[in-house]
């Protein structure tokens, strides 16, 4: 599956999770312990805008600790529309011939710009099935792209240097499910 192929699905699933959300969901505790619902959602949107912005090598912070700063995406209680806005600049940056292609800007210095689209792609689909255990929903990511995702976190992990406090510890699950594999790889229990 091609990258842009693997974003628009993922996207599309996580738009599916999003749109689930309501207001009293939004101060409720995640699989990720040190955020509510509103703070992941705000860890998500600005995450996958700053994947953007480095795509077009624009206004990507220095600092490390950018990709888990929050945005201010969530002005009132209505993450969908905030999860559109950054999706349609997203994939209209994404779906550019050859966007992919060359190096950008991140915050721990210059990397591919295909890292750029799998780590928009992955921390919105991973925080997607986040949003969905705490909003009650039994949300399996797609098999196909929890399988691409294992694939691209196990070359992320190993190209960083290791977890570095981004990503738990690896869960060990005896499961066959591809959602269950990728979730448990990034140190949630399915």
């Known amino acids: 599956m091609t990258m842009v192929k693997l974003l628009d699905e993922g996207f599309s699933w996580t738009r599916q999770r999003v749109a689930v959300v309501k207001p009293a969901h939004l101060n409720r505790g995640t699989p990720c312990a040190e955020w509510n619902l509103r703070r992941l959602l705000e860890h998500m949107l600005t995450t996958m805008d700053l994947m953007s912005n480095a795509a077009m090598n ?8 950018a990709l888990i700063a929050a945005g201010d995406f969530l002005k009132g209680d209505d993450p969908l ?3 559109d806005a950054v999706v349609e600049r997203a994939l209209s940056i994404w779906h550019v011939p050859d966007r992919l292609e060359g190096t950008c800007i991140m915050p ?3 990397a591919p710009r295909l890292m750029a689209a799998q780590i928009s792609l992955n921390d919105a689909v991973v925080h997607a099935w986040d949003i969905g255990r705490t909003t009650g929903e039994d949300a399996d990511i797609p098999a196909g792209v929890a399988d691409e995702l294992l694939k691209i976190d196990r070359r992320l ?5 290791g977890r570095g406090g981004l990503f738990g510890e690896e869960i060990d699950i005896r499961t066959s499910s591809a959602s269950d594999r990728l979730v448990a790889y990034l140190g949630r229990t399915p």
């Open 58 to 65: 624009a206004d990507v912070a220095e600092d490390g600790n």
């Open 81 to 83: 529309s905030a999860f």
């Open 108 to 110: 721990f210095g210059p």
């Open 157 to 161: 992990i190993a190209s960083l240097g």
